[in-house]
């Protein structure tokens, strides 16, 4: 088993942008079907279900999941895992509202692990503003990439 | 009114669905066959049951936090993935107050697959003078 100090470091993709390109909508029908898919009605305030803070940043960032996978130089057929996730709200999502995403790469760290060998740790960050800019929330996540080329 | 100390309601899925994985691959644009495909999840030697989604095991937490606290608001969240949950599972998201301070309640979460243990720890802030 090769020492991690032996080991080629992790590529330096810290900076890397994530904007979006595009604005993402919660539509009303989308949300109902989320929110019966774990098990409760959708608000009838029109609020949507704040599990979209996931759902809104990765779809609508400005790369898709293989495509931040590919910039850590990383085959996203190779299975990237969820770490954590963690969000800061400052407001209620709505369904029927336009909102982008802005981000970026915060870091990509090489370490080893006793049940997954080598792996790369991504940090990256997100937030999403409704149309007036103000930003709604906040999210920063964790995926763990294994290395098995490495391990 | 809860203080610190008092666990949250739990909230119970009786049974993940491989029909709702369908659709979330479809809500998170992300079609990785490990969610839909149980030969693959074999091939990679990760079990014999197609494996849910993170974001899906998140929204129960909130639920169970939505339920405990009618009329609040999630204001911060942090979730940790210590385990897969997989199709069929039957999972209990629970949750203890730790403190309460002016309108903000701070606990801790997790989520429980029956015979396995917990699957996602985490801490939730709920606001109960909810942002307009």
Not at chain 2, 58 to 83: C, T
Request: a negative charge; charged letters at 20%; glycine letters at 8%.
């Amino acid at each position: 088993m090769a020492d991690l100090a032996e080991l080629p470091s992790a590529p330096d993709v810290a900076g890397t942008s994530l904007d979006g390109t595009e604005p993402y909508v919660i539509t009303a029908e989308e949300n109902a079907a989320l929110c019966r898919s774990t098990g409760v009605e959708p608000a009838a305030d029109g609020s949507a279900h704040p599990v979209y803070y996931y759902v809104a940043t990765q779809v609508a960032m400005g790369k898709t999941v293989a495509g931040v996978c590919e910039t850590c130089r990383f085959d996203v057929e190779d299975g990237p895992m969820m770490g954590s996730s963690g969000v800061s709200f400052q407001a209620p999502l709505k369904v029927d509202h336009p909102y982008r995403v802005t981000g970026e790469i915060l870091s990509l760290v090489r370490k080893r692990s006793r049940k997954l060998g080598v792996m790369d740790v991504l940090d990256y960050r997100l937030r999403l503003h409704d149309q007036a800019g103000a930003t709604v929330l906040e999210t920063t996540n964790v995926w763990v990439l294994p290395r098995k080329e490495l391990a | 009114m809860l203080g610190a100390g008092d666990e949250l309601p739990p909230f119970i899925i009786e049974r993940v669905s491989p029909e709702a994985m369908k659709a979330w691959a479809v809500f998170l644009h992300d079609p990785n066959p490990i969610h839909l495909d149980v030969e693959v999840v074999k091939a990679k030697g990760l079990g014999d049951r197609v494996i849910n989604q993170g974001p899906a095991n998140v929204a129960y937490l909130m639920n169970m936090l939505m339920a405990a606290f009618p009329g609040a608001a999630i204001s911060k969240m942090e979730s940790r993935f210590v385990d897969n949950v997989y199709a069929g599972d039957r999972l209990t998201a629970g949750g203890r107050v730790t403190s309460v301070e002016g309108g903000a309640v701070q606990c801790d979460i997790w989520l429980r697959a029956d015979g396995r243990d917990v699957v996602i720890t985490g801490s939730a802030t709920v606001s109960t003078c909810a942002p307009a």
